[in-house]
């Protein structure tokens, strides 16, 4: 396959070391949105600290009328999940090595 980038264990692994770097390296791998237009107004939303949910930050909406917040995880395959962004990395990762369920389950539970 022309142009395709492995990525490796230790990609995920550096991937996952803090939410930041999580978070920016889902971004730069195309599983989470870097821009979000408002989903009631359709302005372009900005990133803003956000402490009610689990990443501590959320989209927000800049129109004075609208001020309208988005999970960053809005539009992704990680929308409905209540798992950290982290594990999630982490079990697909793992998944896709194919380990079975109760090692990923281990691996996982460790970090």
């Known amino acids: 396959m022309a142009g395709a980038v492995a990525i490796t264990l230790r990609d995920i692994h550096d991937a996952t070391a803090s939410q930041d770097q999580c978070i920016a390296w889902m971004r730069a791998n195309g599983l989470l949105s870097g821009q979000m237009n408002c989903p009631k ?3 372009i ?3 803003r600290p956000y402490a009610r949910i689990q990443e501590g930050i959320a989209w927000r909406c800049q129109v004075r009328q609208c001020r ?3 999970s960053i995880r809005r539009g992704s395959f990680f929308e409905r999940s209540q798992l950290p962004l982290k594990k ?3 079990v697909i990762s793992y998944w ?3 380990m079975s369920n109760d090692n990923i ?3 996982v539970s460790r970090h």
Do not use: S, V
Request: aromatic share 0%; with cysteine; net charge negative.
């Open 68 to 70: 309208a917040t988005a």
């Open 41 to 43: 107004c359709g302005a």
């Open 105 to 107: 389950e281990h691996q």
């Open 88 to 90: 999630l990395l982490d």
């Open 45 to 47: 939303m900005t990133e």
């Open 96 to 98: 896709a090595l194919e």
